[in-house]
């Protein structure tokens, strides 16, 4: 495996650690000694921070059936053309 | 021991550093990844190792990253790719034995980059869809994660409660789709251009799709 797939797998594990509820000060310490040892670390991590937070977006996209049972896999998205001009 | 006011000029600087870097984060998020789609096109016409496209890319933005850390470049996008040109010419200088496929050389760089179209993704309308089609691409539990974290607005514990899975589970989740959602946003669906090549030599693409048959 090549290191910037592997640096970029590292980046999601940090980043979706931190999304979580168990993300202590310690985690914080530890996640910016990482980020600050090499900028191919950081490029990676706001890459994928930027797209993570860009999929909030994709609630523009809810079908407006409020409660739907948790267990029913999630549908297919469409983009309506013309939406959102 | 440092005295009182050592340590809080320490401080200072951290601070102000953690600034500098969060403004930098940002427009490299703005100025810099809009662009990728072009960038791994680039590569992918020029340098024939396509399993080497990812690791290009990785470099260029750090070398970018590293630059602007300096001095903000005034024109990012032409910026971006003089910096993946240069990083291709010393590549191809470091391996002087490399089996290239005829007819290539070193001129075509220049060519090839004064071809790049100034394409960016049609807005965000095309960035929505973009994101779609990369999370319909995803598999049906990882989707549902997804949809429960970011839609949803779930906690991870209620979503490792509801599908009755660890949370560890959940984190392992995420971590794959923001990778595959980061390619299909910053790429933005390069396949779709009108020359039919493959956009992201990205690496799961073609599994991903074959999961969603």
């Known amino acids: 495996m090549h290191d910037s797939l592997q640096i970029e797998e590292i980046a999601a594990n940090w980043l979706s650690r931190r999304d979580g509820e168990c993300w202590s000060v310690a985690d914080q310490v530890e996640l910016t000694v990482w980020l600050e040892a090499a900028t191919a670390h950081r490029v990676a991590y706001i890459r994928l921070e930027a797209a993570w937070r860009q999929a909030r977006r994709l609630k523009a996209l809810m079908p407006s059936v409020p409660n739907r049972p948790s267990n029913d896999p999630p549908r297919m998205l469409t983009v309506v053309t013309g939406f959102g001009k | ?213």
């Open chain 2, 1 to 213: 021991m440092c005295p009182p006011a050592a340590a809080g000029g320490v401080n200072t600087q951290r601070h102000s550093l953690r600034i500098m870097n969060a403004a930098l984060d940002a427009w490299f998020v703005r100025e810099i990844l809009p662009h990728e789609g072009a960038l791994v096109r680039f590569f992918a016409r020029t340098w024939p190792a396509r399993d080497e496209i990812h690791d290009l890319r990785q470099e260029t933005y750090l070398r970018v990253y590293e630059a602007a850390a300096k001095a903000t470049p005034r024109a990012p996008k032409a910026f971006l790719f003089t910096t993946a040109r240069h990083l291709l010419i010393d590549r191809l200088r470091r391996q002087k034995v490399v089996s290239f496929e005829p007819g290539w050389d070193l001129e075509d760089l220049n060519v090839l980059i004064d071809e790049i179209s100034p394409e960016r993704c049609a807005g965000a309308h095309e960035e929505l869809r973009a994101l779609a089609h990369a999370f319909n691409l995803l598999p049906p539990r990882c989707r549902q994660v997804v949809w429960m974290r970011r839609v949803e607005e779930q906690s991870q514990k209620e979503v490792a409660a509801q599908l009755g899975i660890g949370e560890a589970m959940v984190e392992k989740h995420v971590a794959k789709a923001m990778r595959r959602l980061a390619d299909a946003l910053f790429g933005c669906r390069s396949s779709e251009n009108p020359k039919g090549e493959a956009a992201s030599p990205v690496r799961e693409d073609h599994h991903a799709r074959q999961l969603t048959n």
